[in-house]
Nanobody, 117 residues
Framework: QVQLVESGGGSVQTGGSLNLSCVVS????????MAWFRQALGKEREEVAR???????TYEDSVKGRFTISRYSANNTLYLGMNSLKLGDTAMYYC???????????WGQGTQVTVSS
């Protein structure tokens, strides 16, 4: 059964850092294109970073140079390193296969990131 369990969020000041984790069940992160998404209050969910099975990671423009997506196959976990956090990064963060849309059935509970000045 597919399970995506996100953790690592929290409250930080601008310029701070956080490391998010997503433990993945049923998909193999080494062979599945996986992504991090975020949804700010009142906005649609957007993809911010993706990591294909081969090739390079790609990032949404606003997070390039600040966020790093990675995976660790041994524990089937996806990570998102977040540095130089900005107020605009405040959102609920989720992991899912790339291109997962609103009708994707297995969204996890997400992890809240709150950035304050």
């Amino acid at each position: 059964q597919v399970q995506l369990v996100e953790s690592g969020g929290g409250s930080v000041q601008t310029g701070g850092s956080l490391n998010l984790s997503c433990v993945v069940s049923d998909y193999n992160v080494e062979f599945t294109c996986m992504a991090w998404f975020r949804q700010a209050l009142g906005k649609e969910r957007e993809e911010v970073a993706r990591l294909p099975p081969s090739g390079s990671a790609t990032y949404e423009d606003s997070v390039k140079g600040r966020f790093t997506i990675s995976r660790y196959s041994a524990n089937n976990t996806l990570y998102l390193g977040m540095n130089s956090l900005k107020l605009g990064d405040t959102a609920m963060y989720y992991c899912a296969p790339c291109n997962a849309g609103p009708k994707y059935k297995y969204w996890g509970q997400g992890t809240q990131v709150t950035v304050s000045s």
